[in-house]
T-cell receptor
Framework: DGGITQSPKYLFRKEGQNVTLSCEQN?????MYWYRQDPGQGLRLIYY???????QKGDIAEGYSVSREKKESFPLTVTSAQKNPTAFYLC?????????????FGQGTRLTVV | GQNIDQPTEMTATEGAIVQINCTYQ??????LFWYQQHAGEAPTFLSY????GLEEKGRFSSFLSRSKGYSYLLLKELQMKDSASYLC???????????FGAGTRLAVHP
């Protein structure tokens, strides 16, 4: 079955460490997105990518980095520069353009700084 | 700039009808989504509108007016399991940036 896989589901990080969250999709989607969600809040866009080897900053990109070397993969690195990284991180993908585009979401990674 | 506004919270009675509004201001418009999200889970797709008018899907309907920058999600025959957050999202700009509103928390009570 096609879908998006995020791993791990839960992640603990020590202050000052970088950590990478994985996002893989087998839907053949061109576009991929990373969002951050804090308790009781909506989804805020971190980075997004429409094609391989290209990505754009979202609204809260500071302290994060991404790469898009393969169509199916869009990993997110939370760097030590991100001062408040504890949050729920969601990855999504969509087909490029056209009607009835639906953003498919992974199950999320809950990151906690300890 | 870009902005998506939704009411923060709503309450309704089981079996009733509720309308959740969304207004948006974006640079370019390529479609509007509604998602349902239960606490601690990923959002699930409910509807997509790109043309003006009403889209109906079972107990859920979504309406769009592009000229007014306005959409609503209509939930009929409410059930307790409909208690969740409802997120409005818009594709905007040349890069198809997908941005979300803060969500509306709906509480359905007996």
């Amino acid at each position: 079955d096609g879908g998006i896989t995020q791993s791990p589901k839960y992640l603990f990080r020590k202050e000052g460490q970088n950590v990478t969250l994985s996002c893989e999709q087998n839907l053949n989607h061109d576009a991929m997105y990373w969002y951050r969600q804090d308790p009781g809040q909506g989804l805020r866009l971190i980075y997004y990518s429409q094609i391989v080897n290209d990505f754009q900053k979202g609204d809260i990109a500071e302290g994060y980095s991404v790469s898009r070397e393969k169509k199916e993969s869009f990993p997110l690195t939370v760097t030590s520069a991100q001062k408040n990284p504890t949050a729920f991180y969601l990855c999504a993908s969509t087909a490029q353009g056209g009607a009835k585009d639906e953003a498919f979401f992974g199950q999320g990674t809950r990151l906690t700084v300890v | 700039g870009q902005n998506i506004d939704q009411p923060t919270e709503m309450t309704a009675t089981e079996g009733a009808i509720v309308q959740i509004n969304c207004t948006y201001q974006t640079s370019g418009f390529n479609g509007l989504f509604w998602y349902q999200q239960h606490a601690g889970e990923a959002p699930t797709f409910l509807s997509y509108n790109v043309l003006d008018g009403l889209e109906e899907k079972g107990r859920f309907s979504s309406f769009l007016s592009r000229s007014k920058g306005y959409s609503y999600l209509l939930l009929k025959e409410l059930q307790m399991k409909d208690s969740a957050s409802y997120l409005c999202a818009v594709f905007s700009g040349g890069y198809n940036k997908l941005i979300f509103g803060a969500g509306t928390r709906l509480a359905v009570h007996p």
